[in-house]
């Protein structure tokens, strides 16, 4: 069955700190793989709420991590789409909340 997206929040930041502790030891694609789950979390809580710009900041650092994911497993073309998406979201709704 699929999680209420209440918790949607709480499961990417879960992601996100497996996806640090991959990149601190080196695993590429484990941190792909958890990036990826952040990212439909983070993505799906953007869709519904789209002008909260403190879950658009969320999408734009979980973006960093993804690309630092992909930095590590040699997809240059495909870290360079997430930090670019991630500096449009930075752009439009700041770094800091």
Same mark, same amino acid.
């Given at each position: 069955?699929?999680t209420p997206?209440?918790?949607?929040g709480h499961?990417? +930041?879960?992601h996100?700190q @497996?996806?640090?502790?991959? #990149? %601190?030891?080196?695993?590429?694609?484990? /941190?792909?793989?958890?990036?990826?789950s952040?990212?439909t979390r983070r993505r799906a809580?953007?869709?519904r +709420?789209p002008?909260d710009? @403190?879950l658009?900041?969320? #999408? %734009?650092?979980?973006l960093?991590?993804? /690309?630092?994911?992909?930095e590590l497993?040699?997809?240059l073309d495909?870290?360079?789409?997430?930090r670019? +998406?991630?500096a449009r979201?930075f752009?439009?709704?700041g770094?800091?909340?």
């Amino acid at each position: 069955s699929r999680t209420p997206e209440i918790w949607y929040g709480h499961e990417a +930041e879960a992601h996100e700190q @497996l996806v640090e502790l991959y #990149l %601190a030891l080196g695993r590429g694609d484990d /941190a792909v793989q958890a990036v990826e789950s952040a990212l439909t979390r983070r993505r799906a809580l953007t869709r519904r +709420e789209p002008h909260d710009p @403190l879950l658009q900041r969320d #999408l %734009a650092g979980t973006l960093e991590l993804a /690309a630092e994911a992909r930095e590590l497993t040699g997809a240059l073309d495909k870290a360079a789409e997430h930090r670019a +998406e991630a500096a449009r979201l930075f752009e439009r709704y700041g770094e800091d909340p």
